[in-house]
């Protein structure tokens, strides 16, 4: 690139600013550069070994006391042992169905509840929006909710890692106070031109708040997949556990996964760190697309008016 | 501001006044809630009446290689003998589901059209069983929540060391009162579990009463495990005679340049264990608790001489030669270092030695011998003879008690039966393979093993490993001897039941306060404050409850 194109760089980038920011510098933006790159070398270091020591041998991860940084001969071992013996697998589509699942009656409850709460003159809006907010302060505890998933007959049964927890009452409040800045004019045209509660509500309110969809979304599928406590309480029959509460079970008490396929068995770390690989690959994977959503939507309610 | 906020006549000044009402509504009505379930727990003790223990009449199947010496030792064996006796006859179970709630520390087993143990058991035991088990981090809220829900499993295997509340009331309400079936003779009907030694049954106990079968562990406490190979390798002997000879011997193989430290602490049920059990022996620390002569119970923590066993951890804390990241070691990752060669020492149960030995036939696994700080011989401390009680739900049908007691007798079958051999090895082809004639389990058998039946009920365990380890088997056997020999005991021990509504976190805060003093975030002097926390928190009502017991006992 030529010092012409770098200074025609700095010129638009000088002249996108706001107005009070001073024209930036090469020293500044070098800093500012040399900082953003540290920061991101801090944070990808721990992935980097994560996903370094599941691709090693036993012998490098020996001779480097545990963690791997750079494998020098990379194994699948781990990856193959954790595919092959089916615990992993089983619990993999589990916690996938039922993140899947769970997220899409997540959303579309808080969404149904967001909307009616924030209507001016709904049905019991006051009550209902109180006995909502009441729900921050008070927890039932572990002994009422488990006795109230017995009594509605979702023990062992994988409704019981959604239905309790299907609506979050932070997530609520967030989606009504974006439907509360709505324009009101927009649901009176609409009104107008005859469409009724429920059109109102998937064809103009649901468009424009596809931000805070997705960011209540990803908070929700976030909960889902790593929910493990639920599992551990409502499913008495560990062939239904998901991912995390497997996981939880290995790393706490590192219990090898065993297959007979195998001539020998992967270094414990490297089977450990590979589950880590596995657990959080389809978080980092969803991430992205919905990321320029997350920015838009994480300031859903912080600035009114 | 938009005019929908403005309608909402739910401001944020209204919500702030009900949230602060409401906050102040726990705050005074928190105790009183506290209070409802606030119940003294009875004495673990003899109660009005104290029914006989069952009659002992013990059985060995099979000679043992290394026979034991003393009760407190384990009878060893190279292999599993080649003629079973069958110690069960006649069919054991009704062919109906039989529900039963474990402890693991295995992985979740394959489901049952997949699991040849799981099949291979359930044609064994006619029964079709349905497991329930949890890890041990999460048993104690599954457990609470079990039995909170009124879904009370065929069995439940109640682990002894977690403190768990209110055990002498569930027995009289959700558990079986197995006094009639097993009391005296009456155990005569189930033979394998009349080869449970008395001690163990004391355990089994609660108000006099006989309330379930015991899970018989060994009672040699936890060793401190050495990497032999890597020793020998650095010409360091792991003998050492003295406390100071210890310390030179850590300094000796520490180099954390090469990433090799001496010792590695790690994450117990209460917080960190900076190997407080071996350590305290050294020292001459009671196990827990002392009994004075005059009937008074002195806890470790009040001791002088725990007090040095702290300052001697620290002072190896001070020298380098704990692991760096010792304070919050997970159990898993300890062992691995141990594995590795990062750390040459790991103390855990003495079943672990021959588990780490069978794993990791390429590392050589030996154990520092027992002595005294000062020269001497030091003590061990020694465990309960058991890991749980299976208590059986209680029943108006006695067939379906006996039936339970037909499953648990068949369970305990003593090493070198048919039995025995069919709960350690499974199904023949699937599970074990018999290679120069001596069958191995291999490695789908212990991953199918984690349906955990075998936690629901064991008879006296023998030093025993089903993938030969002929050396370490002796070994293990040959410590055994000397660590008997010089065993303390805890007093308090039989009366497990007996707790206390604050038991967990007076536990943590003491395993807190050392890790404090240990790692110098804290003085030595901070073990006195401690203590005081320990005694105003609960201490003293525990003690006074387990001092009642002992009396009663007399």
Redesign the interface.
Same mark, same amino acid.
């Given at each position: 690139m030529s010092a012409q194109t770098i200074a025609a760089k700095f010129r638009v980038a000088g002249e996108a600013r706001p107005a009070w920011a001073g024209r930036p510098t090469l020293w500044g933006s070098g800093f500012r550069a040399i900082a953003v790159i540290l920061l991101c070398a801090i944070v990808l270091f721990p992935f980097l070994i994560v996903i370094s020591t599941s691709l090693a041998t036993q012998d490098q991860i020996n001779a480097n006391g545990g963690f791997v940084i750079f494998p020098t001969e990379i194994s699948f071992q781990a990856y193959e042992q954790i595919f092959n013996g089916g615990v992993v697998t089983r619990a993999l589509l589990v916690s996938a169905l039922v993140t899947i699942t769970g997220t899409a009656i997540s959303l579309l409850t808080t969404v149904l509840a967001a909307y009616g709460l924030s209507r001016t003159g709904s049905l019991f809006q006051k009550p209902l929006l109180t006995i909502v907010l009441l729900t921050f302060l008070f927890a039932p505890g572990i002994i009422p909710l488990y006795l109230m998933v017995k009594q509605m007959g979702l023990l062992n049964n994988y409704w019981a890692l959604i239905l309790p927890v299907a609506v979050n009452a932070f997530n609520l409040v967030i989606v009504r106070g974006f439907f509360m800045n709505i324009p009101k004019e927009l649901m009176e045209a609409a009104r107008i031109d005859g469409a009724g509660e429920w059109r109102t509500l998937f064809q103009i309110v649901a468009p424009l708040s596809k931000a805070v969809i997705a960011v209540v979304g990803l908070f929700y599928a976030v909960s889902y997949w790593n929910a493990f406590f639920s599992a551990m309480l409502y499913l008495n029959d560990s062939t239904m556990w998901p991912l995390q509460l497997v996981l939880r079970t290995y790393v706490l008490q590192s219990t090898p996964l065993v297959s007979d396929t195998l001539a020998t068995l992967p270094p414990a770390q490297s089977i450990q760190m590979a589950i880590v690989v596995i657990a959080v690959l389809p978080i980092v994977a969803v991430y992205p697309f919905l990321q320029r959503h997350m920015s838009k939507g994480v300031l859903t309610g912080a600035v009114k008016g | 501001?938009?005019?929908? #906020?403005i @309608?909402?006549?739910?401001g944020r000044r209204s919500?702030i006044k009900?949230?602060a009402f409401?906050?102040g509504a726990?705050a005074l009505g928190g105790p009183l809630l506290t209070a409802c379930g606030n119940g003294a727990a009875p004495s673990a003790g003899a109660g009005s009446s104290v029914v006989p223990l069952p009659a002992y009449l013990p059985q060995v199947i099979a000679k043992p290689d290394f026979k034991a010496p003393t009760a407190g030792v384990q009878n060893a064996w190279l292999r599993f003998p080649t003629d079973r006796a069958i110690t069960v006859k006649g069919v054991v179970g009704s062919g109906k589901p039989v529900?039963a709630m474990t402890i693991?520390?295995?992985?979740?087993?394959?489901?049952?059209e997949?699991n040849a143990y799981w099949q291979f058991m359930n044609k064994e035991l006619n029964i079709d069983y349905?497991?329930?088990?949890? #890890?041990? @981090?999460?048993f104690p809220?599954?457990f609470?929540?079990t039995m909170?829900?009124?879904?009370i499993p065929d069995m439940v295997a109640i682990p002894v060391f977690m403190g768990l509340p209110r055990i002498p009331e569930m027995y009289k309400t959700v558990f079986q009162d197995l006094s009639e079936h097993l009391s005296g003779d009456a155990i005569k009907e189930y033979p394998n579990l009349a080869n449970i030694d008395s001690e163990t049954w004391k355990y089994c106990r609660v108000d006099g009463k006989i309330v379930g079968i015991p899970t018989a562990r060994p009672t040699v406490g936890p060793p401190l495990m050495v990497r032999k190979d890597l020793f020998d390798q650095l010409g360091v002997s792991y003998n050492p005679k003295t406390a100071d000879e210890f310390e030179a011997m850590c300094k000796a193989v520490t180099d954390p340049k090469a990433?090799r430290y001496a010792l590695s602490a790690m994450l117990g049920d209460f917080g960190t264990t900076w190997n407080t059990r071996v350590f305290g022996g050294i020292f001459g620390a009671p196990n827990n608790w002392k009994l004075e002569s005059d009937g008074k119970l002195v806890r470790d923590i009040e001791t002088t001489e725990f007090k040095d066993t702290v300052a001697f951890m620290k002072k190896l804390w001070d020298g380098g030669y704990w692991h760096p990241d010792s304070a919050n070691q997970?159990?898993?990752?300890a062992?691995?270092?141990f594995?590795?060669?990062?750390v040459l020492t790991y103390s855990n149960g003495i079943a672990a030695w021959a588990t780490e030995s069978a794993?990791n036939p390429k590392i050589d696994i030996d154990v520092v011998y027992p002595f005294g700080a000062k020269g001497g011989k030091g003590a061990t401390y020694n465990n309960r003879p058991l890991f749980s009680l299976t208590a059986v739900k209680k029943s108006s049908d006695k067939e379906h008690t006996k039936e339970m007691l037909r499953i648990l007798n068949y369970l305990c079958a003593p090493f070198g039966s048919q039995e025995n051999f069919n709960v350690s090895f499974g199904a023949e082809g699937k599970n074990y393979d018999v290679v120069d004639g001596v069958p191995k389990v291999?490695?789908?058998g212990?991953?199918e093993m984690?349906v955990s039946i075998s936690r629901l009920g064991n008879g006296p365990q023998p030093l025993f490993s089903a993938i030969p380890i002929d050396k370490d088997i002796k070994r293990q056997f040959d410590y055994q001897v000397a660590a008997d020999a010089v065993g303390m005991s805890d007093p308090t021990m039989p009366y497990w039941p007996i707790t206390v509504t604050q038991m967990t976190s007076l536990e943590k805060a003491i395993t807190s306060g050392i890790t404090d003093v240990v790692t110098g975030r804290q003085p030595l002097s901070s073990l006195d404050e401690v203590a005081k926390t320990w005694r105003t928190g609960g201490g003293d009502e525990l003690r006074k409850k387990y001092e009642d017991a002992i009396a009663a006992d007399k």
């Amino acid at each position: 690139m030529s010092a012409q194109t770098i200074a025609a760089k700095f010129r638009v980038a000088g002249e996108a600013r706001p107005a009070w920011a001073g024209r930036p510098t090469l020293w500044g933006s070098g800093f500012r550069a040399i900082a953003v790159i540290l920061l991101c070398a801090i944070v990808l270091f721990p992935f980097l070994i994560v996903i370094s020591t599941s691709l090693a041998t036993q012998d490098q991860i020996n001779a480097n006391g545990g963690f791997v940084i750079f494998p020098t001969e990379i194994s699948f071992q781990a990856y193959e042992q954790i595919f092959n013996g089916g615990v992993v697998t089983r619990a993999l589509l589990v916690s996938a169905l039922v993140t899947i699942t769970g997220t899409a009656i997540s959303l579309l409850t808080t969404v149904l509840a967001a909307y009616g709460l924030s209507r001016t003159g709904s049905l019991f809006q006051k009550p209902l929006l109180t006995i909502v907010l009441l729900t921050f302060l008070f927890a039932p505890g572990i002994i009422p909710l488990y006795l109230m998933v017995k009594q509605m007959g979702l023990l062992n049964n994988y409704w019981a890692l959604i239905l309790p927890v299907a609506v979050n009452a932070f997530n609520l409040v967030i989606v009504r106070g974006f439907f509360m800045n709505i324009p009101k004019e927009l649901m009176e045209a609409a009104r107008i031109d005859g469409a009724g509660e429920w059109r109102t509500l998937f064809q103009i309110v649901a468009p424009l708040s596809k931000a805070v969809i997705a960011v209540v979304g990803l908070f929700y599928a976030v909960s889902y997949w790593n929910a493990f406590f639920s599992a551990m309480l409502y499913l008495n029959d560990s062939t239904m556990w998901p991912l995390q509460l497997v996981l939880r079970t290995y790393v706490l008490q590192s219990t090898p996964l065993v297959s007979d396929t195998l001539a020998t068995l992967p270094p414990a770390q490297s089977i450990q760190m590979a589950i880590v690989v596995i657990a959080v690959l389809p978080i980092v994977a969803v991430y992205p697309f919905l990321q320029r959503h997350m920015s838009k939507g994480v300031l859903t309610g912080a600035v009114k008016g | 501001m938009s005019s929908n #906020a403005i @309608n909402n006549k739910v401001g944020r000044r209204s919500f702030i006044k009900g949230a602060a009402f409401g906050l102040g509504a726990l705050a005074l009505g928190g105790p009183l809630l506290t209070a409802c379930g606030n119940g003294a727990a009875p004495s673990a003790g003899a109660g009005s009446s104290v029914v006989p223990l069952p009659a002992y009449l013990p059985q060995v199947i099979a000679k043992p290689d290394f026979k034991a010496p003393t009760a407190g030792v384990q009878n060893a064996w190279l292999r599993f003998p080649t003629d079973r006796a069958i110690t069960v006859k006649g069919v054991v179970g009704s062919g109906k589901p039989v529900t039963a709630m474990t402890i693991t520390y295995a992985q979740p087993p394959a489901p049952l059209e997949q699991n040849a143990y799981w099949q291979f058991m359930n044609k064994e035991l006619n029964i079709d069983y349905k497991p329930i088990i949890a #890890a041990a @981090n999460d048993f104690p809220a599954k457990f609470a929540a079990t039995m909170a829900g009124g879904d009370i499993p065929d069995m439940v295997a109640i682990p002894v060391f977690m403190g768990l509340p209110r055990i002498p009331e569930m027995y009289k309400t959700v558990f079986q009162d197995l006094s009639e079936h097993l009391s005296g003779d009456a155990i005569k009907e189930y033979p394998n579990l009349a080869n449970i030694d008395s001690e163990t049954w004391k355990y089994c106990r609660v108000d006099g009463k006989i309330v379930g079968i015991p899970t018989a562990r060994p009672t040699v406490g936890p060793p401190l495990m050495v990497r032999k190979d890597l020793f020998d390798q650095l010409g360091v002997s792991y003998n050492p005679k003295t406390a100071d000879e210890f310390e030179a011997m850590c300094k000796a193989v520490t180099d954390p340049k090469a990433n090799r430290y001496a010792l590695s602490a790690m994450l117990g049920d209460f917080g960190t264990t900076w190997n407080t059990r071996v350590f305290g022996g050294i020292f001459g620390a009671p196990n827990n608790w002392k009994l004075e002569s005059d009937g008074k119970l002195v806890r470790d923590i009040e001791t002088t001489e725990f007090k040095d066993t702290v300052a001697f951890m620290k002072k190896l804390w001070d020298g380098g030669y704990w692991h760096p990241d010792s304070a919050n070691q997970q159990v898993a990752t300890a062992k691995a270092l141990f594995i590795s060669g990062n750390v040459l020492t790991y103390s855990n149960g003495i079943a672990a030695w021959a588990t780490e030995s069978a794993n990791n036939p390429k590392i050589d696994i030996d154990v520092v011998y027992p002595f005294g700080a000062k020269g001497g011989k030091g003590a061990t401390y020694n465990n309960r003879p058991l890991f749980s009680l299976t208590a059986v739900k209680k029943s108006s049908d006695k067939e379906h008690t006996k039936e339970m007691l037909r499953i648990l007798n068949y369970l305990c079958a003593p090493f070198g039966s048919q039995e025995n051999f069919n709960v350690s090895f499974g199904a023949e082809g699937k599970n074990y393979d018999v290679v120069d004639g001596v069958p191995k389990v291999n490695k789908t058998g212990q991953a199918e093993m984690g349906v955990s039946i075998s936690r629901l009920g064991n008879g006296p365990q023998p030093l025993f490993s089903a993938i030969p380890i002929d050396k370490d088997i002796k070994r293990q056997f040959d410590y055994q001897v000397a660590a008997d020999a010089v065993g303390m005991s805890d007093p308090t021990m039989p009366y497990w039941p007996i707790t206390v509504t604050q038991m967990t976190s007076l536990e943590k805060a003491i395993t807190s306060g050392i890790t404090d003093v240990v790692t110098g975030r804290q003085p030595l002097s901070s073990l006195d404050e401690v203590a005081k926390t320990w005694r105003t928190g609960g201490g003293d009502e525990l003690r006074k409850k387990y001092e009642d017991a002992i009396a009663a006992d007399k």
